[in-house]
């Protein structure tokens, strides 16, 4: 069975319920069942009400959306930022460039523009594709882009 609060399981009487169940009798006998609502694993309650106001965040376009030079990488995120995802546009004319391409990603290094160069910690994107920043990332940390072609085009947004 799962360990985490979020999908922990109870068995009652045999049956196995989300424990975010309340499980009681009434007068009868009878099971009562009671969903008590859960913000990121913990019950909301008196003892630990929803928070105030959803937490905001505050949308950016990218540090760079289009890779300025062939086969010159590009920083397209700049932390601090706590999210973000880059989009390698389907079309040719929306990328910019003669023939749709691959797109390159990488955010621990600076990737390779040419088939192949998809590997290790660089994500090679086809025409059409996305990639999401898989956690928040820290002042100083780059995630850099790169192309076979010169002007091609992507987008690219931040959150923080």
Not at 44 to 59: R, S, W, Y
Not at 106 to 123: I, K, L, M, S
Not at 130 to 147: D, E, Q, Y
């Amino acid at each position: 069975m799962a360990d985490d609060t979020q999908n922990t399981l109870a068995v009652v009487d045999g049956k196995t319920l989300p424990q975010s169940l309340l499980v009681g009798v009434d007068p009868s006998g009878n099971l009562v069942y009671q969903f008590l609502p859960r913000v990121r694993g913990a019950i909301v309650d008196d003892a630990n009400p929803l928070p105030a106001a959803p937490p905001v965040a505050t949308l950016a376009a990218g540090t760079a959306s289009q890779v300025a030079m062939a086969a010159t990488a590009v920083i397209a995120i700049t932390g601090p930022v706590k999210g973000g995802y880059i989009v390698n546009p389907e079309s040719a004319a929306d990328q910019g460039v003669g023939t749709a391409e691959q797109l390159y990603v990488d955010p621990v290094a600076v990737p390779g523009a040419a088939p192949g160069a998809g590997n290790g910690t660089a994500v090679s994107l086809d025409p059409g594709a996305s990639w999401s920043l898989p956690c928040p990332i820290p002042a100083g940390v780059t995630v850099h882009v790169n192309a076979a072609s010169a002007g091609h085009k992507f987008t690219v947004v931040v959150w923080s």
